[in-house]
């Protein structure tokens, strides 16, 4: 079966500007996490969705902000775009985070 | 808080050489545990997991075995080869549907 997709693989933006990542989980797959990854603080949580609420967010700005639609999928925004922004960003899907994750292969977004 | 503290790397191996990594955990219940393994420009892929104490999670020869005595999890493999060459994530999950990351610990396996 199809695995989770995230789109576009690769971004670049210009400081101030916005960008809106996208994520269609496994299917049947309700929750959907997303992780920023970076060189230098790892991963790190930044929100995961259940059946279109936010159920956890982590600790990032106001920047940050995410939704989930009804066929699960879901979206992640960054407004006014920062060059500490530039990171790996991944998705995840489970059917219960009991039964293990599965990724994405993540969207690098580059800030300049 | 609860958190999970992995082997400090990089880790530099010899092909068929004998593979630990450690993973200690620190958390007020009992926690589920995984291992994940990202590959150069990959995301990350669930290698092995265990739900309760003294259970063994097993994959591709990998082995993890949960402790909840030493409160660790810690990865082994008999005989690396190089495609085994990858980052390893140790991870926790407890109750609250968000899962936490170790650092990280890079593998580079030699020829």
């Known amino acids: 079966k199809a695995g989770v997709t995230q789109t576009p693989r690769y971004l670049i933006k210009t400081r101030g500007q916005q960008v809106t990542l996208s994520c269609s989980p496994i299917s049947g797959h309700r929750s959907v996490s997303w992780y920023q990854q970076t060189p230098g603080q790892g991963l790190q949580f930044l929100f995961e969705y259940f059946s279109e609420t936010q159920r956890n967010k982590g600790n990032f700005p106001g920047r940050f902000s995410g939704r989930q639609f009804s066929n699960s999928r879901s979206e992640m925004n960054v407004s006014t775009l920062e060059l500490g922004d530039s990171a790996l960003y991944l998705c995840?899907?489970?059917?219960?985070?009991?039964?293990?994750?599965?990724f994405g292969s993540g969207t690098r977004l580059t800030v300049v | 808080g609860d958190s999970v503290t992995q082997m400090e790397g990089p880790v530099t191996l010899s092909e068929e050489a004998f593979l630990t990594i450690n993973c200690t955990y620190t958390a007020t219940g009992y926690p589920s545990l995984f291992w994940y393994v990202q590959y150069p420009g990959e995301g990350l892929q669930l290698l092995l997991k265990?739900?309760?104490?003294?259970d063994k999670g097993s994959n591709k020869g990998f082995e993890a075995t949960y402790r909840k005595e030493t409160t660790s999890f810690h990865l082994e493999k008999g005989s690396v080869q190089v495609s085994d060459s990858a980052v390893y994530f140790c991870?926790?999950?407890?109750?609250?549907?968000?899962?936490?990351f170790g650092t990280g610990t890079r593998l580079t396996i030699i020829p």
């Open positions: 265990a739900t309760k104490a003294d």
């Open positions: 991870a926790y999950y407890f109750g609250n549907e968000k899962l936490t």
């Open positions: 995840a899907s489970s059917l219960a985070a009991i039964y293990g994750y599965t």
